[in-house]
């Protein structure tokens, strides 16, 4: 079928659009003369990002070892991480908006609906001001070097396709019009918009939507099951890779052996999924989470130290709500979740 309007998440295709006019590289010095020297990545110097086992310094190591010398270790250099624009491109600017007109392109390509939106991010979250445990993007790089005069070309150009969002993430404002859908789907039978995304939490959005990044692009509609699914599961990974969310540090003990789990270390996606998996209803898939966070943190109320320093007593729930808040995508606008709503609204039990 064909939709209305395909809504677009283009806060990723605008980031690489500037990405995309530069080149990354690191400056790598040792601590004990200065000696600095310029490789493309952290991996061609150390290897594994994690382990540091494998590149150029494995290879100098084994040099120091045939002559009798101790081994250089990771700690004994300093890396910073830099950038530059590519000397080769004329018009950097020109050429970030030339990149981003091929994302378009691809997406009049798919011929989904008749026009489309592009959501682009303005200033300001709200998420800033409420993030308790840790500071909301916390870890986040810096942007690209040219991103704001990319982005603000990519605006003018686009300027009457182009919905700015301010005060909040542009996947709120996709996941508002997505139940807006919804709801009309609900009184007409018929849907209006698609949503195209590459952040995979648009997932707890009642939707047509499709992954853009897809090689061939599949419309899907999660059902109501789907969606809950989707944002209890990130109740229990967090999302700190990205946004510097925390969710549920581990499972324990007790609930590793009740759900078969093995020994986790941490929660990723995989593991959370696995722990909902045989959770049939969606009372169930938020009874889990309680039982989860309520065996991890206990109902006692303990001093926690937030982020900005501030002394608060919080029990499991208020770990959980610290999470759940900040995941949870909006459905109407202004809107300010609390997970004792959907807990109510199940008939469940969290006191």
Known sequence: MTYELVLLDADTPVFKAAKSVQQDYIIVTRKSDGATKRYKNKTE?????????????????????????????PEDYEVEECAELVPEIEDHVAAGVEQFDRFVGKIKGLNLAEDYRLGIGGGGNFRYE???????????????????????????????????????EVDDWCSIKGYENYKHFLKTGKWKYVLGFLDKDIK??????????????????????????????????????TDNILGLPNFTKEIQEKYGLGGTRG?????????????????????RVI???KSYYGTEKQELISHDGKALMW????????????LYLRREEGEMYHICTTLDKLGIEYE
């Open 291 to 293: 039982e989860a966070y």
């Open 45 to 73: 110097f150390w290897g594994h990002h994690k382990k540091k086992e494998g590149g150029e310094l494995a290879k100098n190591n084994l040099i120091r070892i045939s002559k009798g010398l101790e081994p250089n270790k």
């Open 130 to 168: 409420i993030a308790k445990q840790l500071p909301y993007k916390g870890a986040r790089k810096d942007k690209p070097l040219l991103f704001l005069e990319i982005k603000e070309a990519i605006i003018k150009k686009y300027r009457s396709k182009v919905v700015v969002v301010d005060n909040e």
């Open 204 to 241: 707890q959005v009642i939707s047509p939507q499709f992954n853009f990044d897809d090689q061939f692009p599949e419309v899907i509609i999660p059902t109501p099951f789907d969606a809950a699914k989707c944002f209890a599961s990130q109740c229990l990974s967090g999302d700190l890779t």
């Open 315 to 326: 029990d499991y729930l208020d770990y959980l709500q610290d999470s759940a808040q900040l």
């Open 267 to 287: 929660i990723g996606k995989a593991t959370a999924l696995k722990y909902l998996e045989s959770a049939t209803t969606i009372k169930e898939l938020f009874e």
